[in-house]
């Protein structure tokens, strides 16, 4: 049997308040639901999830149709995102490739 997938709070409200400004950015520019779902290359109904906040929408998904609604993800300046994007790229190269548990138990009874 599947088990349910639950959310945070704060997930929950996030995705709520993403889909709520897609709406706004949508009708202040005045696309219907329909307009918006096609140049997004989605359903209607994929778009009613995102815009009432439904957890199961990808988020490249979400994404796409945010910017096409005018919504800012980022930074709106191509230059500024792809400057933070290698900055991002750099300071992951100077982390560890991977994360593991510690074998050792610290002793830390003093």
Same mark, same amino acid.
């Given at each position: $049997?599947? #088990?349910?997938? =639950?959310?945070?709070?704060?997930?929950?409200? %996030?995705?709520?308040?993403?889909?709520? &400004?897609?709406? @706004?950015?949508? $009708?202040? #520019?005045?696309? =219907?639901?329909?307009?918006?779902?096609?140049? %997004?290359?989605?359903?209607?109904?994929? &778009?009613?999830? @995102?815009?009432?906040?439904?957890?199961?929408?990808?988020?490249?998904?979400?994404f796409e149709a945010a910017s096409?609604?005018?919504?800012? &993800?980022?930074?709106?300046?191509?230059?500024a995102l792809s400057a933070e994007n290698a900055r991002l790229a750099?300071?992951?190269?100077?982390?560890?490739?991977?994360?593991?548990?510690?074998?050792?138990?610290?002793?830390?009874?003093?």
């Amino acid at each position: $049997m599947k #088990r349910k997938r =639950t959310y945070a709070r704060r997930t929950r409200q %996030a995705l709520s308040i993403m889909g709520k &400004l897609i709406r @706004i950015g949508r $009708m202040e #520019r005045g696309m =219907t639901a329909q307009e918006l779902a096609d140049r %997004a290359g989605i359903s209607r109904t994929t &778009l009613h999830n @995102i815009e009432k906040g439904a957890p199961g929408v990808e988020i490249g998904t979400v994404f796409e149709a945010a910017s096409l609604a005018g919504v800012p &993800l980022f930074e709106n300046d191509e230059t500024a995102l792809s400057a933070e994007n290698a900055r991002l790229a750099e300071k992951l190269t100077l982390l560890p490739k991977s994360v593991r548990t510690s074998r050792t138990e610290v002793d830390d009874d003093f």
